[in-house]
């Protein structure tokens, strides 16, 4: 039986989802543009002896209001993650994060990486960060890091997010739109589409919260980042030592990668991306591929779990076809046959 409930630390009163009351605790992360209610669905089909716990992010849902100091990266996440783990007095724990909230293991599991019985990342954005890198090993393009942070959002969509409109007459904006068109592969719609517009457009707005502010820049797309919100804190010019971090913890518990064939948000060819929008003709001033290509997203995952297990971790990448950025909803049963084993087999 799902409950939810808001659980006050020493950081901020967070809004979480529960999934039975005993088992061995299962911590679901969403991603951005969604909150907790996106887990609801794999929460309640998790196997006897497993309690499911999936938080709203600060920023995101029903999580109170703070703000986000993206000149941390995505230290503020880590440590409210921190105090509600120790509120809940939980020691160790298994843990999935979705597109954001996958990003959000790596520098998880470098803080904390002896408490994690096992990490599930399903179509993490980049451990490098979103935007404005340029090769596996997370190069920026620029030394100011422009094409990455708040800038780069498109603002209607953000203006139409924040009016909580529902329609689908802005076919480059509306938050209904782009939901169904990137957050899975059409035709699928799922059968909840109207509590998951819901959660989408429960993200907190404004300068300094979603999509953040920036400051302009000489270099193409001729935004960098901004100092608040949660695209901000994806910037690869935040994201400081922790995947060094994470390659070397001492602790380094098993990864299993998931992700869709056709994700048009996190790929290496990702449709989010000021390199593939340029090489596609659709933003002007283009300085071409050799100085600005297309990130490659997936390519950087994988590079960063192959030195992962080269210095002693473990990972194992599935990929399904004929999906798109979110596979636990739109292939839930293939999604249940790799994660279940991995929690059984990690206990």
Not at 67 to 93: C, H, K, N, P, S
Not at 265 to 271: A, T, W, Y
Request: aromatic content about 12%.
């Amino acid at each position: 039986m799902l409950t939810n409930k808001t659980i006050s630390t020493p950081r901020l009163k967070q809004f979480v989802r529960f999934f039975r009351e005993s088992g061995t605790p299962v911590f679901f992360i969403h991603g951005n543009g969604s909150s907790s209610f996106f887990w609801e669905e794999t929460m309640q089909n998790l196997p006897e002896g497993f309690r499911g716990i999936a938080p709203d992010l600060r920023g995101y849902g029903d999580t109170e209001d703070q703000l986000i100091d993206a000149t941390r990266g995505m230290a503020d996440w880590v440590a409210d993650f921190q105090a509600l783990r120790e509120a809940l007095g939980i020691e160790q724990y298994h843990i999935a994060g979705h597109s954001l909230g996958g990003a959000f293991l790596f520098p998880l599991i470098a803080e904390e990486g002896e408490r994690v019985l096992s990490a599930t990342l399903v179509a993490p954005g980049s451990p490098f960060g979103f935007g404005g890198t340029k090769d596996e090993k997370g190069t920026p393009n620029y030394a100011d890091f422009a094409g990455s942070g708040g800038g780069i959002v498109n603002p209607e969509f953000a203006k139409l997010m924040g009016q909580k409109d529902r329609g689908s007459d802005n076919p480059q904006a509306s938050p209904r739109v782009v939901m169904n068109t990137f957050y899975w592969k059409p035709p699928f719609k799922p059968e909840r589409e109207e509590e998951y517009l819901s959660s989408l457009l429960s993200q907190k707005t404004g300068d300094t919260r979603y999509p953040g502010d920036f400051v302009p820049s000489e270099n193409y797309p001729f935004v960098a980042p901004g100092n608040y919100g949660p695209i901000n804190s994806t910037s690869p010019k935040y994201i400081g030592a922790s995947v060094e971090k994470f390659i070397h913890a001492e602790a380094k518990p098993p990864v299993l990668w998931i992700r869709g064939a056709e994700d048009q948000i996190v790929s290496d060819n990702s449709l989010f991306d000021f390199g593939t929008l340029g090489k596609l003709g659709l933003i002007p001033n283009y300085p071409g591929e050799d100085v600005y290509p297309p990130q490659p997203m997936v390519s950087q995952t994988r590079y960063v779990l192959e030195q992962y297990q080269r210095n002693g971790g473990t990972y194992t990448e599935v990929v399904f076809d004929d999906c798109g950025h979110t596979p636990f909803v739109e292939k839930p049963e293939q999604f249940l046959t790799r994660f279940h084993p991995f929690l059984e087999n990690h206990k």
